[in-house]
Every structure is written in C-alpha cells, then in structure tokens.
C-alpha cells in the first residue's frame, strides 16, 4: 500500500500523515472522507493513510503485543497456534505471518490461511481452498465469511495432525 500510494500520488506516506495531522480531523471516517473528497484518494488509500495517522494498525504495534491480546485469558491455546505456526513455516521460505488485532494472517502471494483463537477452548484455522468440497472436519467458513473458503477447530496441538497438514499445504499451493 505504502509503495502503491507514492506510486499513484507522487508522495510519500509520511506527507499524508503530516497531512492528516495538520488537519486536526480525529475521527477515523471523517479522516478517510477528508482524503477522499479533497485529494481524491481511493477508499482503500484513505483508510490506509487513516490508520497509520491515528497508529491503530496492526503494523503499529507490536507483534508480541498483538498476540499477547489475542491469547489474553485464552493462554492455554498458545500451544496449538505454535503447533500450526511450526508446520505452516516448513511449507516454504515465501510465507509472511502478520498478527492482527484478533487474528493472524497467513500470507504467500495471497492470503491462504487465518488464525483466530474462537473461544477459550478453541482456535479456528480458516483456510482458502479454491474448489474443496465441505466434510468432516473441514467446515464451512463460518465467521471468517468470504476471507477464507473453509473453517477447521482445533482444540489440542495433537489435532494439527496430517489431514490439517495436508488442507494447509493445498491452500498454500494456491496462493502462488
């Protein structure tokens, strides 16, 4: 985004931010419509210039941090995400793990998988298999709605067995 933004405005970031902080606009959809009907930003810039002026992006804060806020209370899943975190980083060098607010992102060229702890007693591994057909274990994509294809839940690290091995290397195979 940070590139796409020079690339179509001729600035930097940093000049929308400044921008954005001159103007003493606080409110985060007031920011996005000021970008957008005075600089004729898309949405997507705006938002983008938006949260990075107010630091309320995932890229703000800490990694540790975000993850620490996810698993708050919820300790007893950390050793599941670090199950799937080992088995997802043998499938290639090419792989980018961007925790956020609530989940992390699992990215190749595409984003191919999510990691959400759902409950205190599960995490939700949602999937982006193009043309895989629901069974067993392999729901629909229930609350990750059109960002993943499909929905596994895990509730121990011993159920990050073969066959999640195998539907985890399917959608990493299809985000090249």
Not at 10 to 16: R, S, V
Not at 21 to 49: C, M, Q, R, T, V
Not at 59 to 87: H, T
Request: with cysteine.
């Amino acid at each position: 985004m940070e590139k796409g933004i020079l690339e179509k405005t001729g600035k930097p970031l940093e000049h929308w931010i400044e921008l954005v902080l001159k103007s003493k606009i606080d409110k985060h959809k007031e920011i996005i419509e000021f970008l957008k009907s005075k600089h004729n930003l898309s949405y997507g810039y705006a938002n983008f210039i938006a949260l990075k002026a107010k630091k309320s992006d995932a890229g703000s804060i800490a990694d540790d941090d975000l993850l620490s806020g996810q698993y708050k209370g919820k300790e007893n899943l950390m050793p599941i995400y670090a199950q799937l975190i080992s088995k997802i980083s043998k499938l290639g060098d090419d792989i980018t793990i961007t925790p956020k607010k609530d989940s992390v992102s699992i990215i190749r060229k595409k984003q191919f998988a999510l990691i959400k702890p759902a409950t205190k007693t599960r995490i939700d591994l949602g999937l982006k298999i193009k043309d895989k057909p629901i069974a067993g274990r392999l729901e629909n994509s229930g609350p990750f709605g059109s960002m993943c294809s499909h929905r596994v839940q895990i509730a121990s690290p011993n159920e990050v067995d073969s066959e999640v091995q195998r539907w985890l290397k399917e959608a990493y195979d299809g985000a090249q």
